[in-house]
């Protein structure tokens, strides 16, 4: 007896097969539901129906890719192709049915799911507005394996087909109707009538537009495939991220051949996932799953949010919190402070939600609170005024007389201690940190500090909050700089110090680019703000008795020259951009990226080695995810044991004794 599908006939002689993985409340590919399907397929094919409908048993959700906990089992590339040409030939045999096959979609359907109903003859699509339909492989370091380069691009053709997989990004219904992936769009009442009419009536089958086919034709490929390139070489390196060049080098020599496409994908697909970028990337997403873990589940709701503090910061925090769902308020001493992030605010409404009635919803959420009334009713305040302890402290005195019972504060401080903040409170233990990174709705992560005696349940509704507006939380304890900024400090304040030396500001972030940042770290200090960073550098510098390296930011600032905001920092901007000078690549010192680069991981290693992180994963998931480190390094401490601990040791002990103590190896690596 099957546990996973279910295969029902009517008596109008169609087929109804229902996919419902067991014991799970989503389907996935796994081998066993595999394996299930290929005897599923075995009945149809012996006894062929009128007619073959697929849908899903799940609420809201079809089929959500393959079962990627089962890739980390396999070692080789030869296995790779193996078990990927297994799932190619059994989709063939859907696809090879005699009889009409219809996939009736009613959620999300990507990865593996897509590949499975791109093999049917038609596909219905519910009504939603969600982006439901994808093919993220590109996100593991992977590309389609099912037969997804192929029928992809035969379906949608070569410009939608490798938009959809070389961006990995997902699209909703209506788009997918638009660009060929479905068929047609059906509510959940009307959807089984839907699909026996294509059974029945047998409309065309869907291909790629004229213009499309042209393109496929071997002697326009080359011209293609220049502007495949050019779009994802602004992206991604090719040395970083080798998938998204195989799927357009796999279309360059087959053009979605059914004949030669299939092997050659199976064959790329099986060198990609011996990637270490792939292997990293794969690290990476197991990763969130552990952000996601932490705390116990909760009844507290918050369901009102009190933002104090209308800044970048506090303003976009409260625009944020609007967008997900919650009532806010926002508090200043002005309505002249509030009025810039009800502005910008309205700016992520409009890209973010599309319908107007939901966004004048949305908008409704979020209200100016110059009297601060709002604290009163609120089940979460959220303190995000500038970096004073005297000033906090007595913003929450007058907060904590006007708090509900049960009500929790919490603050957004980048570089204070909880302990010392918390002194003037009456329920100290009830007092969390919740540090969001800007730009608030671009950065994921949000660190939850706590202190060793602060009570489990604030934490843990911290946790279901950061979660519940689509966040990833990282358990923190109170320390300077928490995980974060203290990590990113010794990397920005290597950077300014090579800038004094007169290496070339261009040639300083092209280093750290090719390394895998998402921006050069000279870039970053212009756009966080010269005089943030001089702010948080000396508080770290106080704390943690950290030794700086000689900069010019002080002077910088004293000159009023701050970076983006003031359109002079180390570079000038223009428009938002960083104007940087031509560099002819002199006055570059052979060590240069390991200057910058390895006192990230050393003092990521020191917060590991002092327990600011319980483990090494989720220090590596809290620097990915809140400074952009790259992920297809897998973290700081993941690429130190690829790199070799003891190198890495080596090389800070040789930089060390060239520049200083600064570079001293931490204890803890002999640990690690």
């Not at 066993?32 to 959700?61: C, H, I, Q, R």
């Not at 291909?207 to 393109?215: E, I, K, N, Q, T």
Request: net charge neutral; glycine share 10%.
């Amino acid at each position: 007896m099957m546990q996973h599908w279910k295969l029902e006939t009517d008596e109008a002689g169609i087929a109804w097969l229902c996919i419902d993985k067991a014991e799970a409340s989503a389907n996935v590919l796994s081998s066993e539901v595999l394996t299930e399907f290929n005897e599923v397929m075995d009945t149809l094919a012996a006894a062929p129906p009128l007619g073959l409908v697929l849908y899903s048993g799940k609420p809201g959700s079809f089929v959500m890719g393959a079962d990627i906990t089962e890739f980390t089992s396999i070692k080789t590339a030869e296995k790779a192709f193996e078990l990927t040409r297994l799932g190619q030939q059994l989709f063939d045999r859907l696809e090879a049915l005699p009889c009409p096959t219809v996939a009736a979609i009613n959620g999300v359907c990507l990865g593996g799911g897509l590949e499975l109903v791109m093999a049917c003859d038609f596909r219905i699509g519910p009504e939603s507005d969600s982006r439901i339909l994808g093919l993220p492989e590109v996100k593991l370091g992977l590309h389609p394996g099912f037969g997804g380069t192929v029928r992809a691009v035969n379906l949608c053709g070569v410009r939608a087909g490798m938009q959809l997989m070389l961006t990995g990004n997902p699209v909703n219904a209506r788009k997918g109707l638009k660009i060929g992936l479905l068929d047609r769009i059906a509510g959940d009442d009307g959807w089984r009538d839907v699909a026996v009419d294509l059974i029945t009536t047998k409309p065309p089958k869907r291909r790629a537009p004229f213009v499309d086919r042209l393109m496929s034709l071997r002697p326009l490929r080359p011209v293609v495939r220049n502007m495949l390139i050019k779009q994802v070489s602004g992206k991604a390196r090719r040395e970083h991220y080798p998938a998204p060049y195989a799927m357009i080098d796999l279309w360059t020599r087959h053009g979605a051949s059914t004949k030669t496409g299939y092997v050659a994908e199976a064959k790329s697909f099986g060198d990609m996932m011996m990637t270490s970028a792939s292997r990293n990337l794969i690290r990476v997403f197991f990763l969130q799953g552990k952000l996601k873990k932490q705390g116990n589940k909760t009844d507290k709701k918050v369901k009102h949010v009190h933002v104090v503090g209308a800044g970048v910061m506090g303003g976009d925090i409260a625009a944020w919190c609007a967008l997900r769902g919650h009532t806010v308020t926002l508090q200043d001493r002005e309505q002249k402070y509030i009025d810039p992030a009800l502005k910008r605010a309205q700016k992520l409404f409009s890209k973010k939600v599309r319908d107007q009635e939901q966004r004048e919803a949305t908008s409704g959420r979020l209200r100016a609170d110059v009297s601060g009334d709002g604290a009163a009713e609120a089940d979460l305040i959220i303190e995000a005024i500038f970096e004073n302890l005297e000033a906090k402290q007595d913003l929450y005195k007058t907060l904590q007389a006007k708090m509900k019972p049960g009500a929790m504060l919490a603050t957004n401080t980048s570089s204070i201690r909880l302990e010392a903040l918390r002194s003037v409170l009456n329920e100290p233990t009830r007092f969390i940190g919740l540090h969001f990174f800007n730009p608030v709705a671009m950065l994921p992560l949000v660190e939850v500090i706590r202190c060793v005696d602060t009570d489990q349940s604030a934490m843990d509704i911290g946790f279901a909050f950061t979660k519940g507006i689509g966040k990833f939380p990282l358990e923190c304890m109170s320390a300077p700089g928490f995980v974060v900024n203290r990590v990113l400090a010794p990397y920005m304040g290597e950077a300014m110090a090579l800038a004094k030396e007169g290496v070339p500001l261009a040639e300083i972030d092209k280093v750290a680019v090719r390394f895998g940042m998402p921006m050069g770290p000279i870039e970053l200090v212009d756009s966080v703000g010269l005089d943030i960073a001089q702010h948080v550098a000396g508080i770290l510098t106080t704390e943690s008795n950290r030794t700086m390296p000689d900069t010019d930011i002080a002077g910088m600032v004293e000159k009023g020259h701050l970076g983006r905001k003031s359109g002079q920092g180390y570079y000038r901007w223009e428009d938002g951009k960083a104007v940087k000078p031509a560099s002819d690549g002199s006055k570059v010192p052979d060590d240069l990226e390991d200057r910058l680069m390895l006192p990230m991981m050393n003092e990521a290693m020191a917060c590991l080695s002092e327990g600011v992180v319980a483990d090494a994963d989720l220090l590596d998931a809290g620097v990915i995810f809140g400074t952009g480190f790259a992920p297809f390094r897998g973290g700081p401490l993941n690429y130190a044991r690829e790199r070799g601990v003891d190198s890495v040791v080596a090389a800070l002990t040789a930089l060390e004794s060239h520049y200083g103590e600064r570079f001293r190896p931490h204890s803890g690596w002999a640990d690690l």
